[in-house]
C-alpha cells in the first residue's frame, strides 16, 4: 500500500494517478446497480469500493485526513445461469484527499481510468468538477458516498 500511495503522491500536483494495489486495501461495500436504476445508462454494473487506511478512518470518524484514497471499481455484472458474477472492467474512479491542491471540492481530487488503461486518467476539469458538484451533496460527511455497514 504505501508504495501505490508513494505513487499517488509523486504525481505532478493535481494529478490522480491509478492505485494499482486498491484490491488489497479495505473492501467497503459492492452494489450491483440494474437496468431499472436510474443510473444504470452510465454506471450500471457491479461496484465495489475500496479504502486505503486512512480512508477508512475516515469512514469511520467522519473525518478524512489528507492522503485518505477511495477507489470505486465498476466491473460489468454477467448473468449465467441465475448467477451474477464480475465481467469486465468498465472504469475505476479514484477521489484524493489533499486540501491543498484541491481547495475547491473540500479537499478532494477526482479521477477516471477506463477500461484496463491504467495509464491515462480520462476526467477533464470539467469532468472533475462534475464529480465535486454531486459529492457537495455530501459535505455532512465529508465528501463521501460510501458507509460502514454496521
Known sequence: MAASCFYLWASPPGVISYPSQFRSWTHVKTQLIGAQSPFFAGSGGIHHVYANDKALEGLKTGHYSDGSI??????????????????????VDVMLKNASQFPGSGGWGFERFMGSDLTKGTLDENGRQG????????????????????
Open 70 to 91: 477511495l477507489v470505486f471499481d465498476l466491473v460489468e455484472g454477467r448473468e449465467q445461469a441465475g448467477v451474477t458474477v464480475e465481467g469486465a472492467r468498465i472504469r
Open 131 to 150: 464529480c465535486a458538484g454531486c459529492h457537495r451533496n455530501r459535505s455532512d460527511r465529508g465528501f463521501v458516498f460510501s458507509e460502514l455497514r454496521p
